[in-house]
């Protein structure tokens, strides 16, 4: 056999291993964009929903504008996808294709989310191809009592006599949604102010209370002030 016809073989053969080696590395070694966490927000008892936090790495040394989430919800869940992550459904499997507006570089940290109508957990979570995790979060930490609480009373001309109850802000560990207020033990009105106009008895000492209620429907107890009559 001429050496010629020998030397394009072995060529050939040369080409062929390499072009091997080379998809055998791509499909062994994906690059991932980023690594990704999902949090389950605590929710009120009984709601038909509940709100999950996405957070994203980026971890790839090369900029890059995308990313692919990915999950399975069980039958009678689906997703109630936000503006910023729009969503795909083949069956019980969604799918989110984020673009971001710049490319992004290791070290950037992006937070976004969705809601779940039903009860199932998304199972199967996957980033890029890359396995991501899932937190359940659980709230039974009651708001902190309101404090400062007192009623005062102003007179306005033309108007009359009325009462402002006012206290500060109370905290939680997911934060505050509001305020409910009893006059005399009875339920008068929610807020999500520091303040309230309620009702004015001239003749009678008046009892106001306040309690802070929390996402979930833990309350603080109530912070109360006795108002004696003019």
Request: with cysteine; hydrophobic share 40%; proline share 8%.
């Amino acid at each position: 056999m001429p050496s010629s016809r020998l030397t394009v073989r072995g060529a050939a053969v040369a080409v062929t291993a390499l072009l091997a080696a080379v998809a055998s590395l791509f499909v062994t070694s994906p690059a991932y964009a980023g690594t990704g966490t999902l949090v389950r927000q605590p929710s009120p008892a009984g709601s038909p929903t509940y709100g999950v936090k996405v957070t994203v790495l980026y971890t790839s040394n090369a900029p890059t504008t995308a990313f692919r989430l990915e999950f399975d919800l069980p039958e009678g869940s689906s997703v109630i996808p936000f503006g910023s992550l729009p969503f795909t459904r083949t069956g019980n499997h969604w799918v989110s294709q984020f673009a971001a507006a710049s490319p992004q570089t290791a070290g950037v940290r992006f937070e976004t989310g969705f809601a779940v109508l039903g009860t199932g957990d998304p199972t199967n979570c996957r980033l890029d191809g890359n396995p991501c995790t899932y937190t359940v979060l659980s709230d039974t930490e009651a708001p902190t009592v309101p404090g400062n609480v007192v009623a005062t009373r102003a007179t306005w001309p033309g108007v009359g006599t009325g009462v402002t109850l006012r206290w500060s802000a109370s905290t939680d560990n997911f934060g505050v949604t509001g305020y409910e207020v009893t006059v005399n033990g009875q339920p008068y009105t929610t807020t999500t102010q520091l303040y309230q106009t309620v009702p004015h008895f001239a003749n009678a000492a008046t009892t106001y209370a306040v309690r802070a209620r929390d996402s979930v429907g833990n309350v603080s107890a109530y912070a109360s002030f006795v108002l004696p009559p003019m």
